[in-house]
């Protein structure tokens, strides 16, 4: 199963279930299709082409460089340092936009049906004027 249908699927347990704890997350990171989803939701951002401290952006994202992201993100690559500790890879910021992009797209799916209906901040989709819109019609003004 496909890892965008996997969140479909996600979300209907969630909505059925308010308590259902889905624990294979790590399963739908390895799928490519979120990664390629990841990346269609957000190439066209406004800050999607603005270089961060790494000096890199989303233009030029290609399957293989998505392929690479998702295999450091999954495989949790290490680099030894001078005192012979290690430490994980960081990575650079265009990268950053994509990786939490996939991790959004799950928690949202696990998540968002379990939200009040009157939450409004930070919601796909709702903002100030859909609460004030709620408040309007749910509530009379007294002088």
Not at 1 to 22: P, T
Not at 82 to 95: T, V
């Amino acid at each position: 199963m496909k890892a965008i249908d996997r969140l479909s699927v996600i979300r209907h347990k969630s909505e059925i279930n308010k308590i259902w704890i889905h624990k294979d997350l790590f399963r739908i990171l390895r799928k490519e299709d979120i990664w390629i989803a990841a990346y269609e939701n957000i190439k066209n951002n406004k800050g999607a082409l603005t270089s961060g401290i790494a000096d890199k952006t989303l233009d030029g994202m290609n399957l293989p460089r998505l392929q690479r992201l998702r295999d450091k993100v999954v495989n949790e690559i290490e680099i030894s340092k001078l005192d012979g500790r290690k430490r994980p890879l960081g990575l650079p910021i265009a990268n950053d936009k994509i990786v939490q992009e996939v991790i959004r797209m799950i928690l949202e799916a696990i998540y968002e049906p379990c939200f009040s209906k009157q939450s409004f901040g930070f919601r796909q989709g709702l903002g100030a004027h859909d609460a004030l819109e709620y408040i309007g019609a749910h509530f009379r003004w007294v002088d």
